[in-house]
């Protein structure tokens, strides 16, 4: 058996990069794989005993391929050790950058009815540069409602990577216990 699968769903890159963040950590001390919700049928996931699934929010849902794949692995994950955490522009937000407190993290549990042991939110990244015509205007209509940045000539990341570090750190004391 694998020690941790950290399975991902990302659409520009940012939640990829805080699980490579994630598995850099526990590699030093774990077997860990990091691979994309979108390759998931490469790995045969019955040999790992500890997953991590990460998303992110796009107007206003997780990837239905990772609420799928966790429906399809109620049983699996029922019996390992699973976490998760979403990355979404909305945990910039004092009051919202919990996952108790976070709606998108509330409504996908309940929407897919998994306890993970361990979950977590965290504030992601608004790319303007790279995005579509499309999504460039109304990201910036929505960040203009919530006082967020509206300089679309930069990129402005918001993740606090301390709390990246601790959820990394945690996990690891919770499968050595
Ligand atoms: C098209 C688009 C739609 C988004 N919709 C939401 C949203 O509904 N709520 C939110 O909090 N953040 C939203 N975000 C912010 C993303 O969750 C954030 O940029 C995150 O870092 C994206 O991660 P990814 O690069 O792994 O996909 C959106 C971003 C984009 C580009």
């Known amino acids: 058996m694998k020690d941790i699968l950290i399975v991902y769903s990302s659409k520009d890159g940012h939640t990829k ?15 860990v794989d990091v691979i994309s919700i979108d390759n998931i049928s490469d790995v045969d996931i019955t040999s790992y005993n500890n997953f991590i699934i990460g998303a992110s929010v796009r107007y206003g849902r997780h990837s239905k391929k990772i609420i799928n ?23 910039r937000k004092t ?6 407190k976070n709606p998108y993290v509330v409504k996908f549990l309940e929407a897919t009815s998994w306890k993970p042991r361990r979950s977590q939110v965290f504030a992601g990244k608004i790319d303007y540069p790279n995005y579509r015509f ?5 990201i910036r209509f ?23 570090n601790d959820f990394a750190m945690n996990i690891m004391k919770d499968i050595e216990d």
């Open 95 to 100: 009051g919202k950058n919990t996952p108790e």
């Open 17 to 31: 990069k805080i699980s490579n963040h994630i598995g850099s950590i526990l590699v030093k001390e774990k077997d």
């Open 142 to 164: 929505i960040m203009f409602l919530t006082s967020g940045p509206t300089n679309i000539d930069t990129s402005h990341e918001f993740t606090n990577w301390d709390r990246v």
């Open 134 to 138: 499309y999504d460039k205007f109304i």
């Open 69 to 91: 794949f966790i429906r399809n692995n109620s049983k699996l994950f029922g019996e390992q050790y699973t976490s998760f955490f979403s990355v979404n522009a909305t945990a």
